[in-house]
């Protein structure tokens, strides 16, 4: 069963503590994402990665991080300085450049 | 940053009606492709349209691309209930951008 796959779908976390998303795909793609979605919103990317330990910003990385060790494989890390962390998180991956996007079904991140 | 800005914000219509959607960007682009959401999920790839395509047709969507004036329409022919989502455009692809979206509520 060929897709992509975010855990978990809802995650909890006090304000100050890092969080880490899982994000996997076995579609063996080269390309993954990372998007924030805001209530009523569009997507805003936050970190994009072409190839295997390389990766560039999007438009919000402030306040994230993220590694890309494998190609099944791009967490996301949401540090304590990301100032409005709570949000939707949706993980995205593409062949190559020009492709279509494969999205996960998301995590919903609350921090209190 | 190019961006898609679609037009309009939220659609209301009634079961078996068309729907259009319209989407805008601000730079030349490679492709233009639509997505839709269904609340809380994931987005799903709908059609992409090349920049050297004027119209692109799959199933029960039609979709337009007008380079010059730098805006796509997407038209969903004989609407269900089940059609009830959100549209995304995006342009382009790496940094691919996507704007906010129209909510589309088909009534039955």
């Known amino acids: 069963d060929g897709g992509i796959t975010q855990s978990p779908k809802y995650l909890f976390r006090k304000e100050g503590q890092n969080v880490t998303l899982s994000c996997e795909q076995n579609?063996?793609?080269?390309?993954m994402y990372w998007y924030r979605q805001d209530p009523g919103q569009g997507l805003r990317l936050i970190y994009y990665?072409?190839?295997?330990?390389?990766?560039q910003k999007g438009d919000i990385a402030e306040g994230y991080s993220v590694s890309r060790e494998k190609k099944e494989s791009f967490p996301l890390t949401v540090t304590s300085a990301q100032k409005n962390p709570t949000a939707f998180y949706l993980c995205a991956s593409s062949r190559l450049e020009g492709y279509e996007q494969y999205f996960g079904p998301g995590t919903r991140l609350t921090v209190t | 940053s190019q961006q898609g800005e679609e037009d309009p914000q939220a659609l209301s219509i009634q079961e078996g009606e068309n729907a259009t959607m319209n989407c805008s960007y601000k730079?030349?682009?490679?492709?233009l492709q639509w997505y839709r959401q269904n609340s809380g999920r994931g987005l799903v790839h709908l059609i992409l349209i090349r920049s050297n395509e004027r119209e692109k047709h799959s199933g029960r969507l039609r979709v337009t691309l007008d380079t010059s004036k730098k805006s796509s329409s997407l038209l969903i022919t004989a609407s269900r209930a089940a059609d009830t989502a959100s549209y995304f455009c995006a342009t382009d692809a790496y940094d691919m951008r996507f704007g906010a979206g129209t909510r589309l509520t088909v009534k039955p």
């Open positions: 730079t030349s682009i490679n492709n």
């Open positions: 990665s072409q190839i295997v330990n390389d990766f």
């Open positions: 579609l063996n793609h080269d390309a």
